[in-house]
């Protein structure tokens, strides 16, 4: 011990302090790099007029399983819809929210009302199955239908352009997915054609079910133009 202190002591003496004092751990080139193309990843690209998807964590789903495909892809729509500058109009949804909770608030009036069930199942049957699910089951058959996304129009363009409604299908053990792109007000005056594309879901995924976000955001991208650059109905007519 007595060794070290004083050859320390002798090398500060003769201003020779030991280099390994002062050394710092050199930064590693591979984390560097790594940290570049995280950045480089979270950029997305716009490429004559069609959003391309941003490199980012893969989406992966179960190809066994039609419901999480066709919720994986609508949710990816849900995306590139409102990167082109259309925002989600929620209305629909809040009123079914609505409509829910006054069952909810229904169902627990029923459970405190002054007949137990069954007796009180005339009460339940009444407010509950047939007004309230009616209500529900006519807003999906008459405006909702197979829509997944409603819109609000473009901003700077309400006077020549509506929102959008986009629906899809993808039946049970087929592969072919329908997008339709419909205007969320056909009766406006600046209500366009829909238009629509079906194609199989393999063209989209690997064999792993990763989703090849590229090509399924350039098919989506050019659907969305064909809608944009489409005449109106009323001036087509």
């Not at 790594?34 to 490199?55: V, Y």
């Not at 259309?86 to 209305?91: K, T």
């Not at 197979?146 to 899809?168: H, R």
């Not at 079906?198 to 659907?223: A, M, Q």
Request: some cysteine; charged content about 20%.
């Amino acid at each position: 011990m007595n060794f070290y202190v004083s050859a320390f002591s002798y090398n500060f003496q003769t201003n020779k302090i030991p280099k390994y004092l002062f050394q710092t751990k050199p930064r590693n080139s591979q984390s560097e790099r790594r940290e570049k193309k995280s950045e480089m990843a979270t950029t997305t690209a716009t490429t004559n007029g069609t959003a391309t998807s941003p490199t980012k964590n893969p989406k992966k789903t179960n190809l066994l399983d039609h419901n999480s495909i066709k919720h994986l892809l609508d949710e990816t729509v849900t995306e590139i819809v409102t990167s082109r500058g259309y925002s989600e109009d929620v209305r629909m949804s809040n009123v079914r929210l609505l409509i829910g909770a006054i069952i909810i608030i229904i169902a627990l009036f029923a459970q405190f009302y002054n007949k137990k069930f069954p007796d009180n199942k005339n009460f339940l049957i009444g407010c509950i199955y047939v007004l309230f699910n009616g209500i529900l089951q006519l807003i999906i058959y008459t405006k909702e239908k197979n829509a997944f996304l409603f819109t609000y129009p473009p901003a700077g363009s309400d006077y020549n352009s509506t929102g959008l409604m986009v629906s899809s299908k993808l039946a049970r053990f087929s592969d072919m997915y329908t997008l339709v792109i419909a205007s969320a007000d056909p009766k406006s005056i600046s209500a366009k054609p829909t238009v629509e594309f079906t194609k199989s879901v393999t063209k989209w995924f690997t064999k792993d079910g990763v989703l090849v976000e590229g090509l399924f955001w350039k098919d989506v991208g050019s659907l969305i133009n064909d809608y944009a650059n489409a005449k109106d109905n009323k001036k087509s007519k």
